[in-house]
């Protein structure tokens, strides 16, 4: 029989984090231990409308967290400035991090992965818990080594934070990783709309729509000669994430440092 890992999620009242909460409910393996939120100090988390009723203890700080509950993981889905603060001090006390918070800039993310390694701890950061857009970024990279010529356009719900994505951030870089440096367009094209031709990165333009009614949707655009290659996916409901921060949370156990992207814990 495996040994339980003992869990504490930071926003739990969230999106995401409800529904972190609910997978956990279900889950043999998986003991919540705590919650990390600026709000509701002290209170347990059954005294909150809405959502699973564990008998675990509210934190709004995290060092007070840390001291007070033996955990092994902590999963963060709460905003780009925090969520960096939480792992950060996840990894000072020994708590393995699985971050689904997008966000963080490359300094930051180069920061944690030495910290990890100093540690020796586990870490997971992945801007996309999905299985299917996991395999629609790697499905993009295959493509990119034939067709140089890509827009990316990532569509969410009009409540989230950071833009681009994470996800489009991390195809983009996935492509980056196969095709030569190209500035794609017309040489001399110019914005007569400031932004109208999208952020650039490496010569590729991503462009961000932020609708009510949209979760989570991205499709990667190859162009070429006569011919055109969409590869989409599209998450209707956070349920589709669950699979993945499983995993996640599982698979950091076995790790010694920090990975960037679920494919690195995929067969
Ligand atoms: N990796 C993935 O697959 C994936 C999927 C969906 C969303 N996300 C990312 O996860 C993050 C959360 O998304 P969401 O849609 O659930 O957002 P949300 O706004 O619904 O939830 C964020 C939660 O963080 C809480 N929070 C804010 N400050 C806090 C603090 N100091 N301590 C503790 N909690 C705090 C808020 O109260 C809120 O409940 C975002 O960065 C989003 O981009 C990632
Ligand atoms: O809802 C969000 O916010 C999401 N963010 C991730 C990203 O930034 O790539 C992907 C899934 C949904």
Redesign the pocket.
């Known amino acids: 029989m495996t040994d339980t890992i003992k869990v504490i999620v ?2 739990p ?5 409800s529904e972190a909460l609910r997978m956990i409910e279900k889950e043999d393996n998986l003991e919540l231990v705590a919650c ?4 509701h100090d002290g209170k347990k988390l059954s005294e909150l409308d809405g959502l699973p009723a564990f008998d675990v203890t509210i934190y709004a700080d995290i060092n007070t967290c840390f001291e007070s509950v033996q955990a092994d993981v902590l999963v963060d ?4 400035e ?2 960096y603060l939480h792992t950060k001090t996840a990894l000072e006390y020994g708590i393995r991090p699985v971050v ?4 963080f800039t490359n300094e930051q993310l180069e920061e944690l992965t030495d910290l990890a390694e100093e540690k020796g701890l586990g870490t997971v950061i ?5 299985v299917g857009a996991v395999l629609m970024m790697q499905f993009a990279k295959m493509a990119a080594k034939y067709f140089p010529d890509v827009e990316i356009i990532e569509k969410h719900h009009d ?4 833009a681009p994505s ?1 996800t489009a951030v991390k195809t983009a870089q996935l492509i980056q990783d196969v095709r030569e440096s190209k500035k794609q367009g017309h040489p001399n094209e110019k914005e007569t709309i400031q932004g109208a031709r999208g952020a650039d990165m490496d010569g590729m333009k991503i462009h961000s729509v932020r609708l009510p009614g949209l979760v ?1 949707h991205q499709e990667v655009i190859f162009g070429s000669s006569g011919q055109n290659l969409t590869i989409k996916h599209d998450s209707f409901d ?1 349920a589709s ?1 669950m699979s ?1 921060v499983k995993l996640a949370v599982e698979q950091v156990m076995k790790l010694d440092l920090l990975v960037y992207g679920l494919e690195n814990l995929l067969d």
Do not use: E, S
């Not at 409540?159 to 950071?162: A, R, S």
């Open positions: 930071a926003g009242r969230g999106r995401m984090g990390i939120d600026h709000k889905l709460t905003t780009p925090v969520g689904g918070t997008t966000g992945a801007p996309n818990f999905a409540q989230k934070l950071d994470g989570a956070r994430f993945g």
